[in-house]
């Protein structure tokens, strides 16, 4: 039988196992990761969501693009109020209306008014008009697509039904629109003036330039009005 001077002999290796478990525990909590911080996680997250929203298809960027369609068209009608107003509301400046036999009259006075520095847009019907078109809605389509309307008078206008036609036209686009309509009187005299146009000033053809330079100043004055 063993002495009491033996018993704590035997219970000593009982104690070591519980050391060596306590010793584990506390390793192992020494080499535990700590935990990410809660700023790191929510900045991990964020720069997450971008390279997920790019590979979206921009359709569902539905926000963003609904503003811009929005705006788009009130910009675009903006412009478009901006450009019908103006010299620049009408494709041509001046539609220069004459008889057949005064054709080359005619392009001499348009060769002026182009190349001259306002570089007036003129509509000389036997030259602009649409290939095919009617001859009468070619010529209402060109007065009505311009600002002024320039009358070369000569003998031969006045003895062409189809030039009447034409004045009479002319007044009706615009009758109330003074300086509009522009009479450029050549090879006759006062007494041989039109009686449609009597109420009108009439620019003069006998000066040296045939009266040209007169007619532009005048078409120039009638598109400031339009400012």
Do not use: N
């Not at 392009?107 to 306002?118: A, F, G, I, K």
């Not at 570089?119 to 036997?126: A, G, I, K, M, T």
């Not at 003074?178 to 620019?203: D, K, Q």
Request: aromatic share 8%.
């Amino acid at each position: 039988m063993a002495s009491p001077a033996s018993l704590p002999a035997a219970s000593s290796p009982s104690k070591k196992p519980r050391d060596k478990i306590a010793d584990w525990f506390r390793q192992a909590l020494l080499k535990k990761p700590k935990k990410m911080p809660v700023s790191q996680e929510s900045h991990a997250s964020d720069d997450s969501q971008p390279s997920s929203q790019e590979s979206l298809p921009p359709s569902s960027f539905s926000s963003p693009l609904s503003f811009s369609s929005d705006a788009s068209p009130t910009h675009l009608s903006t412009h478009v109020d901006t450009s019908s107003s103006g010299r620049w509301g009408k494709d041509y400046d001046v539609c220069v209306c004459h008889s057949e036999e005064d054709l080359v009259a005619a392009q001499e006075l348009v060769s002026y008014l182009e190349d001259s520095t306002s570089s007036l847009r003129c509509f000389l019907q036997l030259r602009d008009a649409t290939p095919g078109g009617a001859i009468v809605s070619e010529l209402c389509q060109g007065l009505s697509s311009s600002h002024c309307r320039v009358l070369l008078i000569t003998p031969g206008f006045l003895q062409d039904p189809w030039c009447k036609y034409q004045m009479l036209q002319a007044l009706t686009e615009a009758p109330g629109s003074e300086g509009c309509t522009i009479p450029l009187l050549s090879g006759l005299t006062r007494a041989s003036y039109p009686p449609e146009l009597r109420f009108m000033y009439y620019v003069d053809g006998r000066g040296r330039d045939g009266g040209f330079y007169q007619v532009k100043e005048a078409v120039l004055r009638y598109l400031e009005t339009l400012h």
